[in-house]
């Protein structure tokens, strides 16, 4: 009977697990929220007679961590860099110009992306599993809030493959959700968070993860920091990524060269105001992986890549009711 069960919890969790990505990965859920509501219930029903047969990426496990007194420090296997920044289109090209005399060659090219206004965390996976996650920090020791970011439920706790690997990712705070908690806070009379940035920071960083598990912060994953696999693009990775099952932004743009960039940097600014999450500018990275260990980093940043910022997005000024007597 008990190998019935255990078997019956096993199928319940990869269920579960995978309608999670279905809805908060792809954003296509195939089964209404009653259908969902059944099988998660029936599973805690479960786990609660059986614990011994409680996996770690079950689904109930991502909100369990007890309060803590403090976070633990992690020290980053690879170092998280941080982008240097350009302001203008010449800029871009000296960049670019900088780029093509470092490596001798103009056999490469770019790939754009958005640059989300979150916060940088490292996830570590182990024979597929999730195993600790770390803030940033200053690039070498962050955080460890592995338990907070097993609440956002577009970070898979099981990958479709079980290798090891060392992913990055920014965790933010939908523009709607922000709009909504600081209308509580406001209620509450509560300080505001400044942005949505703030929000998701000070979310990621509660010491109670069913605080965390209220703020529905999200992630985009955009980087392998290590794995065991060969990849030779950025574009590979990213494909990588997506396959094994992170939430990775659909709108990157693979450019031939910085002209072709720099057009896909004005598209990105034109949609800005139309993305449910804010962006504070565009990521040009160069493609190759091979040429990016030739381009090397400085202490703090890459030399091939750069973060071509906007202007701060015009906050639309709060509309004042006005009593109309
Ligand atoms: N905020 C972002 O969206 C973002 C941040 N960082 C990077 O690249 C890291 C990895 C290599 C150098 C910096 N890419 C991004 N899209």
């Known amino acids: 009977m008990s190998e019935f069960i255990k078997k019956r919890i096993r199928e319940l969790v990869d269920l579960i697990n995978y309608h999670d990505y279905k809805y908060y990965v792809e954003d296509n859920p195939e089964i209404s929220d009653y ?3 059944m099988l998660y ?3 805690v029903e479960l786990e609660k007679q059986y614990p011994e047969y409680i996996f770690p990426d079950s689904p109930t496990q991502r909100v369990g961590g007890k309060v803590k007194e403090g976070f633990k420090e992690v020290v980053h296997r690879v170092p998280l860099l941080s982008l240097s920044n350009v302001f203008s289109e010449g800029e871009l090209y000296d960049f670019d110009r900088r780029l093509r005399e470092l ?3 103009d056999d490469f090219n770019y790939v754009v992306e958005y640059k989300i206004d979150g916060l940088s965390v490292a996830l570590e996976y182990e024979n597929g599993l999730f ?3 770390a803030t940033r920090g200053d690039g070498n020791v962050g955080e460890d809030v592995t338990e907070n970011l097993k609440t956002i439920r577009s970070i898979p706790l099981k990958l479709k493959d079980d290798i090891n690997i060392v992913v990055r990712g920014e965790v933010f705070m939908p523009k709607d959700e922000f709009i909504k908690l600081n209308q509580e806070r406001e209620e509450n009379e509560e300080p505001l968070f400044a942005n949505p940035r703030n ?20 992630i985009f994953v955009f980087n392998v920091q290590w794995c065991e696999k060969e990849l030779k693009t950025h574009d590979e990775a990213l494909r990588y990524l997506k396959y094994l099952g992170f939430k990775v932004s659909p709108d990157y743009v693979v450019c031939s060269n910085i002209k ?9 600014e034109e949609k800005r105001g139309l ?4 962006i504070d500018g565009a990521v040009v990275k160069l493609n190759q992986l091979a040429l990016r260990d030739v381009a090397g980093s400085t202490a703090k940043s890459p030399r091939w890549a750069v973060a071509y910022k906007f202007p ?7 509309l004042i009711d006005i009593e109309v007597n």
């Open 35 to 37: 259908e969902y509501d």
């Open 41 to 43: 219930r029936e599973l």
């Open 103 to 105: 490596l001798g060659t």
């Open 131 to 133: 195993v600790r996650g």
């Open 199 to 218: 929000a998701a920071a000070g979310s990621l960083r509660q010491l109670d993860p069913r605080i965390t598990a209220q703020r529905k912060l999200d």
């Open 260 to 268: 072709e960039a720099y057009e896909a940097i004005k598209k990105v």
């Open 275 to 278: 993305l449910p999450f804010e």
């Open 312 to 318: 701060p997005e015009k906050k639309e000024t709060k």
